[in-house]
């Protein structure tokens, strides 16, 4: 599901930032922050921090009928949108299949205990940044970068598949063999 909302996050924003100038040129203030507002908070439920604030003071400009710096702020918001939605695009063709890859080198175990209970937290909460912790994880574990982009956890969370994650997160040890993390 939240794959899916990405996508259509992609889709439906891929000009946001070209309509609410066309709205704001024609008059359509009230259109204008209204998607303004959508955009705000799709993506702060999305964690696009940056997307959202530049959102919500757009918003807030067209609220108040202040229409100083809109354009600037609207050229701001380009940037990030265009870098969120190519990376929600890479989700479209992100493999689907699990590949199995082998068993990962040990390194401190204090820092791979905490890094892998902090990626096991994001992953049930279901977060984003999950990607960031199976990297860093993955890291800490010294794979190689093919080991790391073949593993069936990466890949899973590429997918937005959490419940694959978690799965994977509590089946096997690393030692084994198997694709636990």
């Known amino acids: 599901m939240l794959r899916r909302l990405i996508l259509s996050f992609a889709e439906g924003n891929r000009d946001a930032v070209a309509q609410m100038a066309q709205l704001i040129a024609d008059g359509r203030t009230q259109d204008a922050h209204r998607a303004a507002h959508t955009l705000k908070g799709v993506a702060a439920s999305l964690e696009l921090p940056r997307i959202a604030a530049l959102a919500g003071r757009i918003e807030g400009r067209l609220q108040d009928g202040d229409g100083a710096g809109i354009d600037g702020l609207l050229a701001e918001l380009a940037g990030p949108?265009?870098?969120?939605?190519?990376?929600?695009?890479?989700?479209?063709?992100?493999?689907?299949?699990?590949?199995?890859t082998a068993p990962a080198p040990t390194g401190?175990?204090?820092?791979?205990?905490?890094l892998r209970g902090h990626l096991r937290d994001q992953v049930r909460r279901r977060s984003m940044a999950a990607r960031a912790s199976f990297d860093a994880l993955a890291e800490a574990l010294q794979l190689d970068r093919v080991a790391m982009d073949d593993h069936p956890v990466r890949r899973a969370l590429l997918r937005l598949d959490y419940a694959a994650a978690d799965a994977l997160l509590d089946g096997a040890q690393p030692e084994?063999?198997?694709p636990g993390i």
């Open 176 to 178: 084994t063999g198997q």
């Open 108 to 114: 401190d175990s204090a820092l791979i205990a905490q």
């Open 81 to 100: 949108l265009d870098a969120a939605i190519a990376a929600a695009d890479s989700l479209a063709t992100a493999a689907v299949a699990p590949r199995p």
